[in-house]
């Protein structure tokens, strides 16, 4: 069974830091990988998706890269803002096409 | 742009009761899936459909059934509401193949059971 990690589980910068958000999976045999934005109360909110023959996409200041092989993602946020803060959340869909979730890393970045 | 919408963003139900979410998508996606999310456990998978009358279980089904009569509509049923089922519920869909397979989120609903 798929089973996805997220690291670190909370982290709290100063305004204007790059910072880099971690995820792992167990199964490397993946469809592809989105990660999303969840703020307090709320739905989710798609950020990126890597298909599994990508190495990586970029948003903004946005980007997040995939190494399939290692079962390894991570979401680098450049000039980080306030208005970043919120919980970023890792996805992993294999062929069942289900999306399996990290736990998050809820992200503090204060003025 | 693709919209999830589900019916309600905050529920009181009682213990007993038997209740309704309903998700309405927009895209024409096949599949659709419901989540729920608590804190420290994160979203756990409850059912999931494929298509219009197919439904599959997902890792907790216990005490939910599931429907979906039509393509955009996929409605969770909590056949008796207990206080354990209290937390925030979210719906999504997705094209599974093709350009765009992003998976797409509902706003949430969260369900206290009193």
């Known amino acids: 069974k798929q089973e996805v990690t997220q690291i670190p589980a909370a982290l709290s910068v100063p305004e204007g830091e790059n910072l880099v958000l971690n995820c792992s999976f167990t199964d490397s045999a993946i469809y592809n990988l989105q990660w999303f934005r969840q703020d307090p109360g709320k739905g989710l909110t798609s950020l990126l998706l890597?298909?599994?023959?990508?190495r990586e996409q970029t948003s903004g200041r946005l980007n997040a890269s995939l190494d399939k092989s290692s079962g390894r993602s991570t979401l680098y946020i450049a000039a980080s803002q306030p208005g970043d803060s919120a919980t970023y959340l890792c996805?992993?869909?294999?062929?069942?096409?289900?999306?399996?979730f990290g736990r998050g890393t809820s992200l503090i970045v204060h003025p | 742009d693709v919209k999830v919408t589900q019916s309600s963003r905050y529920l009181v139900k009682r213990t007993g009761e038997k209740v309704f979410l309903e998700c309405v998508q927009d895209?024409?996606?096949?599949?659709m899936f419901w989540y729920r999310q608590d804190p420290g456990l994160g979203l756990r998978l409850i059912y999931f459909?494929?298509?219009?009358?197919?439904?599959e279980k997902g890792d907790i089904p216990e005490g939910y059934s599931v429907s979906r009569e039509k393509k955009e509509r996929f409605s969770l049923i909590l056949e008796s509401a207990s206080t354990n089922q209290t937390s925030m519920y979210l719906c999504?869909?997705?094209?599974?193949?093709?350009?765009?397979?992003?998976?797409?989120f509902g706003q949430g609903t969260r369900l206290t059971v009193v």
């Open positions: 459909s494929y298509d219009v009358k197919m439904k």
């Open positions: 996805a992993v869909s294999g062929g069942s096409y289900i999306p399996t």
């Open positions: 890597i298909q599994s023959s990508q």
């Open positions: 895209m024409d996606h096949e599949n």
């Open positions: 999504a869909s997705r094209q599974p193949t093709g350009a765009n397979t992003e998976a797409f």
